[in-house]
């Protein structure tokens, strides 16, 4: 074996880092973006924040209810992020887009979470 090739357990390891980066990027995004809109950073926004900072820490050390828990809760944020996309529509087509590729990522996430033999590996299920 190469040392460049990765092991299965490796590759789903480097996958669920990949959702752990992309859980915390996207809330941090969401409250800089509210932030340089001149909104105010609610509570909910700083709770959000620290409850997604605890799944990607238990994601990272390969804990399977914290991923079970985070599939949960990025399908109904990505069903809530489709439903926005909807009521924005073309009006607010920036609000639109944003809540639209909110979606994708969040999808993305729950299947890399869900369909990914790699990371059934790193989580030894």
Do not use: D, P
């Not at 809330?27 to 909104?39: K, Y």
């Not at 009521?87 to 996430?109: P, T």
Request: some cysteine; proline content about 0%; aromatic content about 8%.
């Amino acid at each position: 074996m190469a040392s460049t090739e990765r092991t299965a357990y490796e590759q789903g390891r480097l996958l669920t880092l990949a959702v752990a980066a992309t859980l915390v990027g996207v809330t941090l995004l969401l409250i800089l973006l509210r932030t340089l809109s001149g909104q105010a950073v609610e509570v909910g926004h700083i709770t959000r924040l620290v409850i997604n900072c605890c799944l990607a820490f238990g994601l990272c050390l390969g804990v399977n209810w914290v991923r079970w828990i985070t599939l949960l809760l990025l399908f109904v944020g990505a069903i809530v992020a489709l439903f926005a996309t909807a009521h924005f529509g073309l009006g607010q087509l920036q609000a639109a887009l944003l809540m639209l590729n909110l979606a994708i990522a969040y999808l993305a996430c729950v299947g890399v979470l869900l369909l990914s033999k790699s990371v059934h590996e790193y989580f030894g299920t």
